[in-house]
């Protein structure tokens, strides 16, 4: 993979119809820029059969070369997810002018099976891509959750000597999953960063709830507060628990900077220096259907 390379995956179903060879495109996921170890948030839902229990599935890595960088676009490591797929918001273009950076094929079936549902798979071209299938699980929740949050007070850990610079935030919405009894997450949403802001206005977005929050909106989730490195790593600055129900419990009556009903990001938590490291308000928390 080269040095600048900006991966994305596009999903197949193969052996539709009937047949062997024949594919149909199930999406893409969107762009990573200037990152050879992408984290990508989209989440792909397909029909398994469990009495045929076979479900072919290649993934394509391509190399986008004709988008224009979006503040959103964030580094993160390699993973992919179906019956959710997780190849780990929809990219919106042609992968034939872009060159393919490696394939893989898998087996929904056999992923199903393993602990942890959970597979490291080797690209043709070199590297791997770890795929992970769960089964879809339906709630009494049904529609799309509709959002729009912002942070104030945002702990400035990037202030130098002279007290020059701000933090870059960035939130990332992910939902928990068990693996042997022990809590994983899943990142389903990352918003786009703001650039040299302790109190950030970030955009609206829409979820599906079934991606969202398996349909559960006391499903137990977590907002983590990032600041961007276009460098390095992006440095944790605070997380904050939640669910649909609590975000829609205290949307904001006085205004988007508010605090009487905003929620509290915190660092070290658990520990004796525990300390509050923002405020998250919340504009908007709807539920359509």
């Known amino acids: 993979m080269g040095n600048k390379s900006n991966p994305y995956a596009k999903l197949e179903l193969v052996g539709v119809s009937g047949t062997s060879n024949q594919s149909i495109e199930v999406g893409k996921t969107e762009v990573i820029h200037g990152n050879l170890s992408p984290e990508w948030t989209e989440i792909f839902i397909i029909d398994h059969s469990e009495s045929d229990n076979w479900t072919q599935l290649k993934v394509s890595i391509f190399d986008c070369r004709r988008s224009v960088k979006d503040e959103g676009s964030h580094a993160g490591g390699a993973t992919a997810m179906a019956t959710s797929i997780r190849v780990l918001p929809s990219f919106v273009g042609s992968s034939r002018h872009d ?44 529609g799309e959750f509709e959002c729009q949050v912002r942070g104030l007070d945002v702990k400035n850990i990037e202030a130098g000597w002279l007290g020059l610079g701000a933090v870059d935030p960035y939130f990332e919405m992910s939902k928990k999953y068990l ?37 559960n909106l006391r499903k137990e989730l977590k ?19 939640v669910s649909i129900d609590i975000l829609r419990e205290n949307v904001t009556i006085g205004g988007n900077a508010n605090r009487e009903r905003a929620l509290s990001f915190r660092d070290k938590v658990g520990d004796a220096d525990e300390e509050e490291v923002g ?6 928390a709807d539920i359509t259907v």
């Open 99 to 142: 060159p393919v950076m490696g394939e893989a094929n898998i087996e929904v079936g056999d992923i199903l099976e393993m602990e942890g549902q959970q597979q490291e798979c080797e690209l043709d071209q070199g590297g791997s891509l770890f795929v992970r299938v769960t089964e879809s699980v339906e709630g009494e929740d049904e």
């Open 279 to 284: 405020l998250l308000v919340v504009i908007k």
């Open 179 to 215: 693996v042997g009894g022990m809590p994983k997450w899943d990142v389903v949403y990352r918003s786009e960063h703001m650039p040299n802001i302790v109190n950030p206005y970030w955009r609206p977005f829409k979820l599906n709830l079934e991606k969202l929050c398996n349909c």
């Open 223 to 241: 907002i983590t507060l990032w600041d961007y490195e276009s460098k390095r790593k992006p440095r944790l600055i605070g997380e904050l628990p």
